[in-house]
T-cell receptor
Framework: GNSVTQMEGPVTLSEEAFLTINCTYTATGYPSLFWYVQYPGEGLQLLLKATKADDKGSNKGFEATYRKETTSFHLEKGSVQVSDSAVYFCALSVRGGSEKLVFGKGTKLTVNP | NAGVMQNPRHLVRRRGQEARLRCSPMKGHSHVYWYRQLPEEGLKFMVYLQKENIIDESGMPKERFSAEFPKEGPSILRIQQVVRGDSAAYFC???????????FGPGTRLTVT
């Protein structure tokens, strides 16, 4: 089946620290990969995506590269800000099916000033 | 262009009552997905609908839950005879073609007392 495993949280960093949140997946087909962010009390916002191997998604200083050989899509940011504090979800969808998203459990990030 | 709208944002029901959750997709979007987020967990797919059709309901509990997306009006997720275990955040997402990224609403937080 399709599944996503992401790094357990919570993660606490100081402002300007480097961030990595690991994400690996298993998929029966050729998935598209996503990172969503959820701020407290809000819905999910798409942060970035990649639809094929070696693609790099990027947005707001965050990056993730679709690695087919390691079935990974790790999220990175070089210098986090307090405003990046949120829960981050890795997700996949498999084309040719219903395009439903399969999510990891989420990683809560807290950035301290 | 207004985003995905969900109402109510918060809903309290006693055990045995019915809960109706509404989702209005973004303008021009005819594909709707419902997800459930239990406390401290990621989102789980429930059902995928297009106008007047249920495309994939593989994530829906077999009893008490139903969903519709009529030709006119919002999509409705209906939970009959709610139990405490139904307490969760229910998110709706829409997309224009079913193969594009999904845009999420703010969610309805259901509490069953």
């Amino acid at each position: 089946g399709n599944s996503v495993t992401q790094m357990e949280g919570p993660v606490t960093l100081s402002e300007e620290a480097f961030l990595t949140i690991n994400c690996t997946y298993t998929a029966t087909g050729y998935p598209s990969l996503f990172w969503y962010v959820q701020y407290p009390g809000e819905g999910l916002q798409l942060l970035l995506k990649a639809t094929k191997a070696d693609d790099k998604g990027s947005n707001k200083g965050f990056e993730a590269t679709y690695r087919k050989e390691t079935t990974s899509f790790h999220l990175e940011k070089g210098s986090v800000q307090v405003s990046d504090s949120a829960v981050y979800f890795c997700a996949l969808s498999v084309r040719g099916g219903s395009e439903k998203l399969v999510f990891g459990k989420g990683t809560k990030l807290t950035v301290n000033p | 262009n207004a985003g995905v709208m969900q109402n109510p944002r918060h809903l309290v029901r006693r055990r045995g009552q019915e809960a109706r959750l509404r989702c209005s997709p973004m303008k021009g979007h005819s594909h709707v997905y419902w997800y459930r987020q239990l406390p401290e967990e990621g989102l789980k797919f429930m059902v995928y609908l297009q106008k007047e059709n249920i495309i994939d309901e593989s994530g829906m509990p077999k009893e008490r839950f139903s969903a519709e997306f009529p030709k006119e009006g919002p999509s409705i997720l209906r939970i009959q005879q709610v139990v405490r275990g139904d307490s969760a955040a229910y998110f709706c997402a829409s997309s224009p073609r079913g193969i594009d990224e999904q845009y999420f609403g703010p969610g309805t937080r259901l509490t069953v007392t």
